[in-house]
C-alpha cells in the first residue's frame, strides 16, 4: 500500500472513530500523518506537526496494523512502534483502526 492508499485509508476509518480529543503523529521519518482529534472530529492529514503522541513506525508495519494483520499492543511489545508523549493516546489506536 503506497502513502497517499494508507493516508487515504486513515481519513475514512478516522472520520468513523470515536474523536481522539488530542493530536497524534505517525512518523515513517521522510513522510508523517497528522491526526488532529481536538474539534470534535478526527481530521487526518499528512503535516508534520508537534503532536500530544508521537509514534515512530514503519509504513508496512502501520499498514499491518490498518488492515489487520498486526495487532497495535503486538507490535508495540515486539519494538516495530516507538511511543512518545501521551501514552494514553497510543492506547486508542484500536478503536481508530476498527473505523
Known amino acids: ?18 474523536v481522539l480529543g488530542k493530536t497524534l503523529k505517525f512518523d515513517f521519518g521522510d513522510n508523517h500523518i497528522f491526526i488532529d482529534g481536538t474539534d470534535g472530529s478526527n481530521v487526518v492529514s499528512a503535516e508534520n506537526k508537534d503532536a500530544d503522541c508521537t509514534i515512530a513506525v514503519a509504513l508496512e508495519d502501520l499498514v499491518g496494523m490498518v488492515n489487520g494483520s498486526l495487532n497495535p499492543m503486538t507490535a508495540f511489545m515486539g519494538g516495530k512502534l516507538k511511543v512518545h508523549g501521551d501514552m494514553s493516546i497510543a492506547m486508542k489506536l484500536q478503536s481508530l483502526f476498527k473505523g
Open 1 to 18: 500500500m503506497a502513502f497517499e492508499a494508507l493516508l487515504a485509508s486513515l481519513q475514512e476509518k478516522a472520520a468513523h472513530a470515536p
